[in-house]
């Protein structure tokens, strides 16, 4: 069955990809735009300009509109999509110097925020009776959440508890020139415990993970393939990177996108909507 079909995805899509298209463009295309920057964090800025507005946009527009007449499968993405955009956002907002763009800024992040909202309001409103028949992939994908929340808590906690024993600040941090790392900040308050969450019900077969599984891939796969350009437009301005961690976050993105599109099989055959 097909979800409902609604005209909110476009009322709230169509301004988000206009905006962003229109902020990422000018941070990406005009000179200087990022002069207040260092280097390092220039550098990542434009490179975050560039996959919004050349990947994640186009991503945002071809769902939202295959979500309105009733796809169930685009739905995820677009809700993965915005949960995306919402992260990326709050790291313009709080950790860019002050620029032209900043209400902007805010307006995207106010978008897409309310657009996971709004996919949070129809999965109440309309429930969705999930039954995924493949235990081995749904036990994969549980195992894969666990393991990336732990493995990333490692490696942030890794910078972090050594500078806070030596009474230093972190050597990344120092890079990028800010006053605190908002990745950091997401990743260990919110994101990975979320991820961890997500991983264990899905283990239990919970109806809340079923949901939240697909949404959750297509993070990861817009997530890893940023890092992985990120980390290609730093080599390339002589920044030190590592290539073997774009290499890593490539098949990341691979991997995800399998999962992706074999869960998604599965959902469209077994997806009923009351």
């Known amino acids: 069955m097909q979800q409902k079909k609604s005209l909110v995805y476009l009322y709230l899509s169509l301004p988000l990809v206009l905006v962003m298209s229109m902020t990422s463009s000018i941070g990406f295309y005009t000179p200087g735009f990022y002069a207040r920057e260092t280097l390092n964090w220039a550098t990542q800025s434009l490179g975050q300009d560039m996959i919004d507005l050349y990947l994640v946009a186009p991503i945002l527009l071809v769902s939202s509109i295959l979500s309105w007449k009733g796809n169930n499968t685009a739905v995820y993405i677009w809700a993965g999509t915005n949960l995306f ?27 897409a925020f309310y657009s996971l909202l709004f996919f949070v309001y129809t999965q109440v409103k309309t429930p969705a009776r999930i039954q995924v028949n493949n235990l081995v992939l749904t036990n994969i994908i549980g195992i894969y959440f666990i393991l990336i929340s732990i493995c990333f808590y490692f490696l942030w906690l890794s910078d972090i508890i050594p500078a806070i024993v030596a009474h230093k600040v972190p050597a990344s941090l120092l890079e990028v020139g800010l ?91 077994n997806t009923e909507y009351s």
Request: hydrophobic fraction near 65%.
């Open 85 to 111: 955009l919402v992260y990326t956002f709050c790291i313009y907002c709080f950790d860019v110097h002050f620029n032209s763009m900043f209400i902007f800024y805010c307006i995207n992040l106010g978008l």
């Open 179 to 269: 006053p605190t790392n908002a990745v950091h900040v997401i990743d260990l308050a919110v994101f990975l415990p979320g991820m961890f969450i997500t991983g264990i019900l899905l283990l239990r077969k919970k109806t809340l993970a079923f949901i939240l599984a697909p949404v959750s891939l297509v993070f990861f796969i817009l997530m890893n393939i940023t890092i992985g350009g990120l980390i290609i437009m730093m080599s390339r301005k002589g920044i030190e990177a590592s290539m073997a961690v774009a290499i890593a976050m490539g098949f990341l993105a691979f991997f995800s996108l399998i999962l992706l599109i074999l869960y998604a099989m599965q959902m469209k055959k």
